[in-house]
Structures are given as structure tokens and as C-alpha cells.
């Protein structure tokens, strides 16, 4: 079945080159310039997923989601600027899923949206699907990652990550011990053709730190090793 996207951003250039991009790989989408009439029409005609800018008038993107969480678990991907970090985590702990910084990569959001809706597709699926994402499990000492739903735990612990974040982290995990480099970290959480720079690549890193260090203020299984790279070390 074909997946409905819903675009709510006050920029009509980024509504309607987006919509271009998504309709040509097959999605349907549905636009809307404010808050206020997306979050009706999310309520009344849910889409598969919302992708929400977060400075719009009429009814920002924070409280849209948050509005929309009273109602529905719709997966939603937050297009922020590069200096909302404060935005982004707010987003995140009121449900987010994903987030994309503006100006982003069309390619790198059309991935970001197939890997929700197969996490969704996976979550959804019954029994056949629990059989299927049985060999999904990554266990690593006091992490677990179900990569076939991307949930993780620590010491039985949820931890919340978006998408690139999760990517990261389980090709660190796979082989503990073992360094990777950012350029290896960025081709795993990026298409190959995406640029993105180091210090990407080190914010990421700091946010599954910091989301760790909530839950375990004495989290130090990623390691850095300067001019090398970060590791997984398992206990």
C-alpha cells in the first residue's frame, strides 16, 4: 500500500519541492501551510507520517505535535534550523521521531521516512512479524537493541533515539571494541552520497551520550579515541 505523507511547513518552496521529491518515489502527499488546519486534518484523515517545521505561524510545530499526541501516535520527522538544539530536544521528548536540519539533503529525508515506516510496518505486524524480528535482537552487556522496531534499552531502561541516532550507535555496538571512524559512522547513519562533516557526527555522538547519562549518570560505554574515532566497549 502506498504511504500518505503529510508536509506542514509555512515555506510553499519547501512544500512543493519536497512533494516533488516524494511523489516521484511513489508517496502521496498532503500539504499544509499552518498548524492549525494540519492538525485537524491529521486528527479527522491520519497520513502514515507527519514531517512538521518547527517555526510556523498560527500554531508552531511543538505544539502541534504535542496537540496531536493527545490523539495519535502518527511517526513525525521535525524539520529544524541548525541552531535549535533546544527545539530538537523538546521535540524528541514530546514524541518526535526523527529530526532533519534545514537545509537538508531530499534523499536523506526519503530514508529517513522508509525507515520509519518499516520500523512502523514491524511494529504492527502480529505474530508473524515478532518471528521474523526475533534474530533482530542486538544484546551488548546492559544494552539491548531490537533493530528490526529500533528500540534500545539500558539496564531494562528505554532510551528514546531518532533514527540517524540509533543507526550510529548499532554499528558501534555490532563489533565492541572494534574503532570506527566518522567517515565509517557517517556512511552507516547516511546515503554514501550525502556530505556531512565531522563535528555532525560528534553532535550525534553527545546526544546519545546525554540521553544514556539520564537514565545512567555513569554511562561511559562509547569511547572516544582521538583522531581515531569512538568505540563500543562492552562490560
Known amino acids: 500500500m502506498t504511504a500518505t505523507i503529510a508536509l506542514v511547513d509555512d515555506d510553499r518552496n519547501i512544500l512543493t519541492s519536497v512533494s516533488i521529491a516524494l511523489q516521484a518515489e511513489g508517496f502521496v502527499t498532503r500539504l499544509y501551510s499552518d498548524g492549525e488546519t494540519a492538525l485537524k486534518a491529521l486528527i479527522d484523515n491520519p497520513s502514515d507520517i507527519a514531517i512538521l517545521d518547527i517555526k510556523m505561524p498560527r500554531m508552531d510545530g511543538l505544539e502541534l505535535l504535542r496537540r496531536l499526541r493527545e490523539k495519535s501516535m502518527i511517526p513525525v ?56 524480528a526475533a534474530d533482530t535482537e542486538l544484546v551488548r552487556g546492559r544494552l539491548a537493541m531490537d533493530t528490526a522496531r529500533h528500540r534500545v534499552t539500558w539496564n531494562g531502561a528505554t532510551v528514546v533515539l531518532t533514527v540517524t541516532e540509533f543507526l550510529i550507535l548499532e554499528t558501534l555496538a555490532q563489533r565492541p571494541g572494534i574503532v570506527k571512524t566518522r567517515n565509517q559512522l557517517m556512511d552507516a547513519a547516511y546515503h554514501d552520497d550525502i556530505y556531512v562533516d565531522d563535528r555532525t557526527i560528534d553532535s550525534h555522538i553527545k546526544r546519545v551520550r546525554r540521553k544514556f547519562r539520564q537514565i545512567d549518570p555513569a554511562f561511559d560505554a562509547i569511547e572516544t579515541l582521538y583522531g581515531a574515532g569512538y568505540q563500543f566497549s562492552e562490560e
Do not use: N, W
Open 77 to 132: 520527522i521535525f524539520l529544524t534550523s541548525k541552531d535549535d538544539e533546544l527545539d530538537e530536544a523538546l521535540g524528541l521528548a514530546m514524541g518526535a521521531d526523527d529530526y532533519i536540519a534545514k537545509p537538508f539533503s531530499q534523499r536523506l529525508l526519503i530514508a529517513r521516512i522508509r525507515a520509519i515506516l518499516r520500523r512502523t510496518e514491524v511494529s504492527a505486524g502480529g505474530a508473524g512479524a515478532d518471528e521474523a
